[in-house]
């Protein structure tokens, strides 16, 4: 007897390139979301954030702050009677051991004040005076301004920006000395978010070089404090770790590192600070334009 053999079915080949449908519905329902994403308040603030090139911009002033800020610091600090190693720990809010570590880092600046010339001096201002500039750069991008013309302008807001910064740090050290046994850390965040508020509502004011009126700038100096006091909570709980582990792993190099976090994450603060400002500018503008549709 013959055997029969079964043919199979004919089946029509696959599409080369054709994804099946529930891959292309997923990737249908991606995009969907992603384009609800980009449409939304953060998906804006995300984007504004991205133009402003903020990483880049915050390693960029950490490593300039390094440079410029610290032996400026250092020099005005012990002019006035303070200890630049006092305001670092102040605002990281450090604890005994990460406090040795940095103290045995960064000499008091009494050596640099005794040694200092007029052109080191010079040096000194002109560094401060190139990180002003730095951050005027960021609000006038984040914001969409042309600086004004004059060079002399720029001096004299920068200078005042330079010299105001010197105060508000030393200030606020001598503020933390005094508030710290009356409220421990709980009274030095409430401190830190209204000085923080105060001075970089100011600031951003001047940075922009007045252009922006003074009352539009009152919601970046919220958020900034809001930022800078979250970033003191964050490093009074992890930095110090951060300080002493690097300190044994590689000496003064790993304190370094720390403080360049610590200073990579105070940029990211003005940034969101700023971006924050003039979103809600924008939303103001954008309701009160519809109100006046209505009416």
């Known amino acids: 007897m013959a055997e029969e053999s079964e043919q199979a079915p ?20 991606l995009e969907s979301r992603l384009a609800a994403f980009e449409k939304s308040a953060a998906g804006r603030y995300w984007a504004h ?46 604890n005994v051991q990460a406090r040795h570590d940095v103290d045995a880092l960064i000499a ?18 002109l ?10 750069s960021w609000y006038h991008r ?19 920006g330079v010299v105001a910064f010197a105060l508000y740090i030393s200030f606020e050290v001598w503020l933390f000395a005094k508030a710290r ?18 001075f970089w509502w100011w600031s951003a004011y001047m940075l922009l070089y007045g252009q922006v009126p003074l009352r539009k700038m009152f919601p970046a100096g919220v958020a900034t404090g809001a930022c800078i006091t979250g970033l003191g909570v ?27 976090s610590f200073l990579v994450g105070f940029g990211v603060c003005l940034h969101a600070g700023a971006v924050f400002g003039r979103m809600w500018n924008e939303r103001r503008a954008e309701r ?7 009416n």
Do not use: C
């Open 10 to 29: 004919d089946v029509p080949p696959a599409v080369e390139g054709t994804a099946p449908p529930s891959r292309r519905s997923g990737l249908r329902r």
């Open 49 to 94: 954030l991205s133009t402003a090139d903020f990483m880049n911009s915050s390693f960029a002033f950490a490593a300039l702050a390094v440079l410029s800020a610290f032996p400026f610091l250092a020099v005005t600090s012990s002019v006035i009677g303070g200890d630049i190693r006092q305001a670092i720990v102040a605002r990281m809010g450090l």
């Open 108 to 125: 008091t600046g009494n050596q640099a004040v005794a040694a200092l010339t007029w052109f080191s001096a010079l040096l000194l201002v």
């Open 127 to 136: 560094g401060g005076i190139g990180m002003a500039s730095t951050l005027s």
């Open 142 to 160: 984040i914001y969409e301004r042309t600086p004004p013309k004059g060079l002399l302008r720029h001096l004299v807001y920068q200078f005042a």
């Open 181 to 198: 046994p009356l409220g421990g850390s709980g009274l030095i965040f409430v401190l830190t978010f209204v000085l923080a508020v105060l």
């Open 234 to 260: 964050v490093s009074s709980l992890f930095f110090s770790d951060q300080v002493t582990s690097g300190q044994k792993s590689y000496g003064p190099a790993g304190v370094v590192i720390a403080l360049i």
């Open 288 to 294: 009160e334009t519809l109100d006046n549709q209505d």
